[in-house]
């Protein structure tokens, strides 16, 4: 009796404590509430990334635990994906269909109170929000292993869009199935590439069941909904999103295995958050030394170069462009002192966006 009773108070100060709590969560909606409508009266944008970033990075400062910051992270992000439906609920387009990891990178960015529209390519993600059918879009720029993804830098060159915000999302696989039990697998669906990716884990634990390759991860997930023996490899929001549970996770060969995805905007260029990042769009002349001679104003102003990456011009043969990231905001003097030399010796420069930097994988 003496610990049932302490438990049960216990439990009373839980519940006194979740009441304050959703009292200040909506004394916080009704200022979110607030601010929308002066936005709505200045033209403001409604999605703020630098801001959301000091929040969160304030709050991890302050805390004491014994909650982690990467309980704090998930918990807020709510909060604010919340907050932020009161002000306008948003629609961001992504690569579908549900279920995949476009998918999970957009939940991850915007919380679960914004509203996803998949589409069945790149192009399509960003022609939804250059047309004004969504929001915001969310696009695969690079991934550890496999290096960048082209369709995403190529639509950049003709894109008004500027990027608003970036995703560090861990691909974590996962053998999903309608029971959850191993023992009642008899084959394996999933993408090629989701196979390769876990060819040891699957040699060691399931070598007797044929691997079956899906169009996607979620073209998969559907087909262990539909069969008691079959189970998919995928990520962990297609069990939420296809009703199947977990049988194992982290089953991928390289455990740090990671997708870096790009928030694609109408908006202007955000505030700086204090850890910004700028990508930029560049075109040389063809001739010897001119990339060194544009690199150089970069580094006498002490500005990092985080990623290069060149892509042919498809206009002219044996011409490049390079896509450049850069550690820093383009409100930053050192940054525009450096790009205002740049500027001067080369043929285009494009400033693709400053946005903050991805604290690390989620």
């Not at 006194?16 to 033209?43: H, M, P, S, W, Y």
């Not at 999933?190 to 040891?200: E, G, V, Y």
């Not at 295995?257 to 505030?271: Q, Y």
């Not at 170069?305 to 850069?326: C, G, M």
Request: aromatic letters at 4%; charged letters at 25%; a positive charge.
């Amino acid at each position: 009796m003496p610990r049932a009773t302490s438990i049960d108070a216990l439990r009373a100060n839980i519940d006194r404590i979740d009441e304050k709590l959703l009292a200040l969560l909506n004394r916080r909606a009704r200022l979110a509430v607030a601010i929308g409508e002066r936005k709505r009266r200045t033209q403001h944008t409604v999605y703020t990334p630098d801001r959301e970033k000091r929040i969160i990075q304030r709050l991890l400062t302050v805390n004491r635990g014994p909650l982690k910051a990467d309980n704090v992270r998930p918990i807020f992000r709510e909060i604010m994906s919340a907050c932020l439906s009161l002000e306008k609920p948003l629609r961001v387009a992504c690569l579908g269909p549900l279920g995949t990891f476009s998918h999970q990178a957009v939940r991850a960015q915007f919380g679960s109170a914004s509203t996803v529209a998949p589409v069945d390519s790149i192009d399509a993600v960003f022609d939804e929000v250059e047309h004004r059918h969504a929001d915001y879009g969310v696009v695969p720029v690079e991934n550890s292993t496999e290096g960048k993804v082209a369709a995403t830098l190529d639509r950049f060159v003709t894109s008004p869009l500027i990027i608003k915000a970036e995703v560090l999302l861990r691909v974590e696989q996962c053998l999903l199935s309608r029971s959850g039990r191993a023992a009642d697998v008899r084959r394996v669906v999933s993408h090629p590439q989701s196979l390769a990716q876990c060819r040891q884990w699957l040699a060691q634990q399931l070598p007797r069941a044929p691997q079956i390759e899906a169009a996607s991860n979620a073209q998969a997930a559907e087909a262990a909904r539909r069969d008691p023996h079959a189970a998919a490899i995928a990520g962990r929001i297609a069990a939420e999103q296809y009703g199947l549970k977990i049988i194992a996770a982290s089953i991928q060969d390289l455990v740090h295995n990671c997708t870096r995805f790009l928030v694609i905007s109408p908006d202007g260029v955000g505030e700086p958050s204090g850890d910004d990042k700028t990508s930029l769009l560049l075109s040389l002349r063809h001739q010897a030394g001119a990339l060194h001679r544009v690199l150089k104003p970069l580094a006498d102003n002490g500005v990092s170069i985080s990623t290069i990456e060149s892509r042919p011009l498809k206009e002219r043969a044996w011409e490049y462009l390079f896509f450049l990231d850069l550690v820093g905001h383009v409100q930053e003097p050192r940054v525009v002192k450096a790009l205002a030399a740049v500027h001067e010796r080369c043929l285009l420069l494009k400033v693709l966006g400053s946005y903050p930097s991805a604290p690390g994988p989620v």
